[in-house]
Every structure is written in structure tokens, then in C-alpha cells.
């Protein structure tokens, strides 16, 4: 890789950065880790581990049984599922027939899973037992290519004496009724012999996974990724990711005695590959969180799981930071067990960083990525004396990173100018899946590499660091001046009674082509503010034009579930009052 201005400052001498990538199918990492380590602990759910043996088993039976039933490549497999052990063995074992994994969330209606059902052609769908979750999926199967149903029942993962009093006082969730000729996870286990098909695998062309983005400004559109995107971005996050023992010494990787607390969905790109398909990499044990806001007061049981736990390794969106560290109980918890936490996905305020490592004795670093990057592309680096609280970091290895003009997106800009992100290497997307047209719009071909176009807007600084102002879309316009709800809301994290924030711009009325600024404060536990102090306080810590007009006071802020605050939310419910 050639030199570039990111590895001459505050590079992390012991990264490498350019690495080699295994020419192997994803799956060979469980296969490869359970030939290692068979009886280590890998998904560990209500205190019960199973070990990598037993993972590998359960996905190559259920490769069989996809097989018996004419799955295979080409085909795609849906995952409607939270994050429960059937997770790695449903997800490796789709992949083991050569089929790509399409992931759901479990939290939509039936509508928007149709949509993803029928977009992707999915010929069958895993679906949690649930007196929610199975009814919508059958509703969603209507009208879509889908033949073969499997109910995925948790009473198999827990300890005997809860699964049976749960039996029998009817705490188990399952659902009301299944349809004839559905298949259910326990029979597959134990019908079908441990022998999954002999597949070719072409790494670099056949896709492993569709994963859905785009739901937080528009119709979600399949993210193609191939099994050399994945493989390719947690060989690099391993690279990445090296420690500092406890009392100094050489920085080291992460590896089996680590524990990863699945926290973020599986269904999304940050909590799958940087969490659940990562642990399989090192051979660390794997958390499976299917909840992590549950609890009284929300987020309690997250604690719990981290403190029972040892929890080494916990990656989140900074609205679960954010909600961690203002747990009115945390103080009881024991949390030293964690040594790396990430954070992606959202804007990191500085302020909540320096929180949540004073609560906990961690180390939080922002990253960056989108789902069309596998995800990952830059983070800070992992020791505290390298990072720079505010960026996303430099990009990782084999990544090249750079500034585009925001009219054409075809020329390059100086360090310190600010356009828009694009980013290329082996972790980068494929195309949208059946989008040719959109999937053209976001690449471009500079100096002989493809970049990716993100729609994120930032600049280098002088040691090769990047800032994201915000997302393209998201840009408001005052004035002529272009103030960034990012930079804003970092700036209310500042405030002492502010526990999260968002900001939007809205059309002045007399003046439509022109904006203003809205804000929405989430005060912490306990406190209260008006209007007209918070605007004051504006005015002593913001410019002019990025100043609120109008400030509105709320109790929540609507999130996706990974916890991005969708901003257009707010603006459509806003217009809709004028």
C-alpha cells in the first residue's frame, strides 16, 4: 500500500498496512475455530454457554436440511431472529450451502418485512418463536418466493429447570399457532446428520450476504456484500485492534479469552461483523444480548450481562453509551472488566466519550463505516495516546480515504477542505442488490481504485485524521452558511443537564429557500430547563447561524433500533404542522 498522509503522524507503529486475506468462504471461520478450540465457549446466553463444537455442529445439520430441500447457490435465506444462539449456526450454516444470508429486523411489521422478503427473493426465512414475531412473519411470507418456514424456539438454550417450569408455567414465548409445513430449529438438530454439502465458493463474486440500509432516509435498499468483504474487514479489525496490557508492554490482540458482548443487533452490519462474526476470528466468547435496552431502570440487564460476564470487548452506538452511563444504578454494577469499547454508527459527542470511560476505566474509540463497507473503514486507533476525540479516525489497513468535490463527486480536494467521503478497498460492497442504476450513482473509479461515495461530509486534517460535519442530506442551510446538526449536537452534549440531542432544519416562512434551527433536548434524570435558557446558553457557546430558534423539550428521541436518532422523523412531523 503507498504511503499516504494518515501514516506518518500518529499511525499505531505496530499496525500493519497492508494485510494479507485467506481466499476461504466466511464459513471457514467457524470450521477453522472449532478445529481449534472445539470445547471453548462460544454463544453464552442466560449463563449457559455452547461451545464452538457445538455451534459448527448445529450449522452444518442445518445445511443439510437446507440442501434436502433444494437450497443452495444463488438462492437467499432470510434471518427474522434477535440476538439468541441460534444466530451464528443459522447464519454460518445458510452460508454453508453456498445461499446468501438476508438479515431482518425483528422488530418490523409485517409490510416492511414483505418488502425485504420480496425484494430479495428469499425462498425461506428462520424466525424466532414468538407470539409476535411468527405471526407477522407468516403475514409477511404472502405473495413472496418464500417456501420453508423454520420456528426457532430459545426453551433449547436454557438451563433444564427454567426451560421446564418456564414450559410449564407458559413463560416460554412461542407462538399461538404455525402453519402446516412449517419446520421447527430442535427437529432439524435432531433429525438431520452434522454433514453439510460440498459447495465451491468463489470469495471475491459470491455474496454471503444482503443486508438492507438506507431505512432512515428512504426506501432501504441490499447492500451486496461478498464472503472477501467480510472475511476482509474482521482480518482488518483484528489488525486493528491491539491493547495495551496492564502495566505497560507490547500492544496485543484480541483472543480467545476475550468475551464480546453482543449488545448491537446482528441483524446490522456493526453488530454482525464487528461482534458476532469477529468473535469467530480470535475464538472469543460470544454475549448474546437479544435486549439491550431491558430492564429497570432500561439497561439494567445490559450491566448485568457485562458484570456476570467479564465482558472484555462491548461495541454500541453512542444513544447506549449515553443511556449506560445515566443509569441511575450503574454505580452498583461492576464494569472493570471492560478493556475496548467502539463506537460507530452515530456521531460520538467528545463530552459522553470522557463520561462512560470515568464510569467504566475503558477505552472508547470512535470508528466509522457504513453498511456498504462491511463496515468498517477508519477508527481511531486503540491506544488513548494516538485517538483524537472528535474524528473517526484514519482508515484502517488497505483503505484508502478521500475528499470529493459535493457537486460532481469526481474531484479531489486538498487536505482541510471539506466535500464529501468516499472510500475504497476489499471491505467495499459489491453494488445494491437488483439497483444498478443507484448502485452507479455511489461509485467512482479515481486514480485506478472504485470508490464508494458515503453521503457523509468531512475533511482531513493536517496529521491525516478525518472529521464528518454530517451526513449530505441532513445539511442545513442558514443564510447561505451551511451549519452541520452534528457539530451542534456535540455542542449541547457539553451542557450539563443535556442527556441526548438532535437538531433539524426547518424552512423559514418567509423565506422557504432559507432555514432555521431546531433543537430537541432530552434532559437527564431529575432535571428541568426552559426555552429561553437554553437558547441564552446557545448564544454564549455557538455562532449565529448555528444557533437554535426554537428549542422543544422531549422525552425521547425516535431512534432506529440500532439507535441512529432519525432526524426525518422529526422534520416530516414538523412539516406536517405547517
Known sequence: MEEML???????????????????????????????????????????????????????????????????????????????????PIFFGVLKTGATVVTCNPAYKANELNFQLKDSGAKAVFVFDHPSFTPTSYAATKGTD????????????????????GGLLGKIPKGDSYEEGTAFYDEIIEQFEPKAPDVSIKPKEDLALILYTGGTTGTPKGTMLTHHNLYSNVVQIDEWTQLEPEGGGAPEKLNSEDVHVGALPWYHSFGLTLTMVASYLVGSSLVCVPDPRAGKPPMSELLAE????????????????????NNPTVGKYDLSSLKACGSGAAPLPPELAKSFESVTG??????????????????????????????????????????????????????????????????????????PEETAEVMREIKGKRYFLTGDIGHMDEDGFFLISDRKKDMIIVGGLKAYPREIEDIFFEHPKVAM??????????????????????????????????????????????????????????????????????????????
Open 362 to 435: 475503558a477505552t472508547l474509540f470512535e470508528g466509522y463505516g457504513l453498511t456498504e463497507t462491511a463496515p468498517m473503514a477508519t477508527a481511531n486507533p486503540s491506544l488513548k495516546s494516538l485517538r483524537k476525540f472528535g474524528s473517526i479516525g484514519v482508515p484502517i489497513s488497505d483503505t484508502y480515504v478521500t475528499i470529493l468535490d459535493m457537486e460532481t463527486g469526481k474531484m479531489e480536494l486538498k487536505q482541510g477542505e471539506t466535500g464529501e467521503i468516499a472510500i475504497s478497498g476489499p471491505q467495499v460492497m459489491a453494488g445494491y442488490w437488483n439497483r
Open 501 to 578: 440531542a438532535a437538531v433539524i432544519g426547518l424552512p423559514r416562512e418567509d423565506e422557504p429557500t432559507n432555514e432555521y434551527v431546531k433543537a430537541y433536548i432530552v434532559l437527564k434524570a431529575g432535571e428541568t430547563g426552559t426555552e429561553d435558557e437554553f437558547i441564552a446558553w446557545a448564544k454564549d457557546n455557538m455562532v449565529g447561524y448555528k444557533r437554535p430558534r426554537e428549542i422543544a423539550f422531549v422525552d425521547s428521541l425516535p431512534l432506529t433500533a440500532v439507535g441512529k436518532v432519525l432526524r426525518r422523523e422529526l422534520k416530516e412531523a414538523e412539516l406536517a404542522k405547517k
Open 146 to 165: 418464500v417456501e420453508i418456514h423454520v420456528i426457532c424456539s430459545i426453551k433449547r438454550f436454557l438451563p433444564k429447570i427454567k426451560a421446564v417450569l
Open 306 to 325: 457485562i458484570q456476570n460476564n467479564k465482558g472484555t470487548i462491548l461495541h454500541c452506538v453512542p444513544a447506549l453509551y449515553a443511556g449506560m452511563i
Open 6 to 88: 494518515w501514516h506518518k503522524s500518529r499511525w499505531p507503529e505496530y499496525v500493519k498496512k497492508s494485510l494479507d486475506y485467506p481466499d476461504e468462504p466466511l464459513f471457514a471461520l467457524i470450521d477453522n475455530i472449532a478445529a481449534k478450540h472445539p470445547d471453548s465457549p462460544s454463544t453464552i446466553y442466560d449463563g449457559i454457554s455452547h461451545s464452538f463444537a457445538e455451534v459448527k455442529d448445529h450449522a452444518d445439520r442445518i445445511a443439510n436440511f437446507l440442501a434436502s430441500k433444494g437450497i443452495g447457490k444463488g438462492d437467499k435465506v432470510a434471518l427474522f431472529l434477535p440476538n439468541t444462539p441460534h444466530y451464528p
